[in-house]
């Protein structure tokens, strides 16, 4: 009587089938080494090397360019806001006014006053906000609580 225990198929690990079949392409290897220096020689790099390193080079200058421009920028545009700061100071040419330094306090004092009583107003509101929420929860803690009753 004939066996009808299916035969095992070999298991095999897909490296093995690459290692075996024969590949149409040439392998990536090492970079040839000067002797003199011991670094990579560009010269002596087969031309798929060549073109690998060309593209890391290309890449990392572009991400050091474009890290240098976003310092530039950022620093242009901190420059332009501190100079549009003091733009009052200025006349209409640009040249600085035959202003005293006392108006130049003065006009610094008031700005700090203003900035002040901004920040007053701004506590005062949030003061008033804090109270009004608590009205707030509290009213709907009796709504709640006479919805239980009825219930």
Do not use: C
């Amino acid at each position: 009587m004939p066996d009808n225990k299916p035969t095992p198929v070999p298991q095999v690990h897909p490296s093995n089938i690459a290692a075996n079949a024969k590949s149409k392409r040439e392998r990536l290897s090492p970079a040839p080494l000067d002797p003199l220096s011991g670094r990579s020689d560009p010269s002596q790099m087969k031309p798929h090397q060549a073109a690998l390193r060309q593209a890391v080079v290309d890449s990392f200058n572009a991400k050091k360019a474009r890290t240098f421009l976003q310092k530039q920028v950022h620093h242009i545009s901190t420059n332009r806001e501190l100079a549009d700061g003091i733009k009052f100071l200025f006349d209409e040419q640009g040249r600085p006014p035959n202003m005293p330094i006392e108006d130049i306090v003065e006009e610094r004092r008031m700005v700090e006053y203003h900035l002040m009583w901004v920040e007053g107003v701004l506590n005062e509101l949030r003061h008033r906000l804090i109270k009004i929420r608590e009205v707030e929860d509290y009213a709907f803690e009796m709504l709640a609580r006479a919805a239980d009753k009825k219930k």
